[in-house]
């Protein structure tokens, strides 16, 4: 079963302007992942964010953690086209499994 | 541009077939990884090995058998297969099994069963 639950599902915005997408998780936590899958196309690791840390940033992408509301947010900053993808949320825990949200669809308007 | 290099990338078979989808990375990662991921949806982990040893079998059916033959090669045997099997089969490795590793995928390989 899916740990994280991404928000919203599906998001469309213009070239330029920024993309916020949450992900809520049910269980304790030892890392967030948020992966890119570009359509048809295998994923791409974006960023990785302990249960210890509370923001990282990685370029245009910068990534928040609040583990006692069980969420993490993912922001792309002056999106681009090329940024229109499924973005994943993957909560790791204690049992060394990878466990992935249903993710959201970005769609960025050139 | 993903190390890990799967094939074929598209496989159509037959019911009755006997095929494999292969894996292979050299970036000297410990552990390795089928996915299954169907239109639309999240990647299910399948297995996972470490240190060329199956770590995790999710309980996928014996019509799939995966086969580690050494610390770089993964491949995934399919026999019997059901038309609900098809699908695109995500191979991935991380330089160690815990999930604060970076796990890197491949493109995939897309199976349709008929």
């Known amino acids: 079963s899916q740990q994280g639950e991404e928000d919203p599902q599906a998001l469309s915005i213009q070239e330029g302007e920024n993309a916020t997408m949450n992900c809520s998780y049910k269980t304790s936590i030892n890392n967030l992942q948020w992966y890119r899958q570009n359509s048809g196309r295998g994923l791409v690791h974006l960023i990785l964010?302990?249960?210890?840390?509370r923001e990282k940033h990685s370029g245009r992408l910068r990534v928040t953690l609040d583990t006692s509301k069980k969420s993490s947010s993912l922001l792309i900053t002056a999106s681009r086209a090329a940024d229109t993808a499924s973005y994943f949320c993957?909560?790791?825990?204690?049992?060394?499994?990878?466990?992935f949200g249903k993710g959201i669809t970005l769609s960025v308007r050139p | 541009d993903t190390e890990v290099t799967q094939t074929p990338k598209h496989l159509v078979m037959g019911m009755t077939n006997k095929k494999s989808l292969k894996c292979e990375q050299h970036m000297g990662h410990r552990a390795m990884y089928w996915y299954k991921q169907k239109a639309k949806k999240p990647p299910e982990l399948m297995f996972v090995?470490?240190?060329?040893?199956?770590?995790i079998n999710e309980s996928v059916p014996s019509r799939f058998s995966p086969e580690c033959p050494n610390s770089s090669l993964l491949n995934l045997h399919l026999h019997a297969l059901q038309p609900e099997d098809s699908a695109l089969y995500l191979c991935?490795?991380?330089?160690?099994?815990?999930?604060?590793?970076?796990?890197?995928f491949g493109e995939g390989s897309w199976l349709t069963v008929v």
């Open positions: 964010i302990r249960s210890n840390e």
């Open positions: 991935a490795s991380s330089q160690g099994r815990g999930t604060g590793n970076t796990i890197y």
């Open positions: 993957a909560t790791g825990g204690a049992n060394s499994k990878l466990t």
């Open positions: 090995y470490s240190y060329e040893k199956l770590s």
